[in-house]
């Protein structure tokens, strides 16, 4: 089976500076899309950014600019790495990863990112 293993959130002041790692390990397969997401009690889960396999990547309007999200393809992990950060960002932060062929998605277990004086 594959497993994403998520590591790197805690406790941040506001302007801190926190980087989120996923790696996923299990069966070989191909990667494609690698992704992050997060999730507030008020809020639905939301995309915060997201890296194709050969680069392109995307970010949800509020975290542009602050956030930038990265892979090492040799080790299939990816990366959030979170400037500036604000209250507003406090939420769990899930990882997301979409495997090629027959298009499986896995998700992470989910770690707290909290932004608090």
């Known amino acids: 089976q594959v497993q994403l293993v998520e590591s790197g959130g805690g406790l941040v002041q506001p302007g801190g500076s926190l980087r989120l790692s996923c790696a996923a390990s299990?069966?070989?397969?191909?990667?494609?899309?690698m992704g992050w997401y997060r999730q507030t009690p008020g809020n639905g889960r939301e995309l915060v950014a997201s890296?194709?396999?050969?680069?392109?990547?995307d970010y949800t309007d509020s975290v542009k600019g602050r956030f930038t999200i990265s892979r090492d393809n040799a080790k299939n992990t990816v990366y959030l790495q979170m400037d500036s950060l604000k209250p507003d960002d406090t939420a769990v932060y899930y990882c997301?990863?979409?495997?090629?062929?027959?298009?499986?998605?896995?998700w992470g277990q989910g770690t707290q990112v909290t932004v608090s004086s």
């Open positions: 997301r990863v979409t495997g090629a062929f027959t298009r499986p998605v896995y």
């Open positions: 890296i194709t396999r050969g680069g392109i990547t």
């Open positions: 299990g069966s070989i397969f191909t990667i494609n899309t």
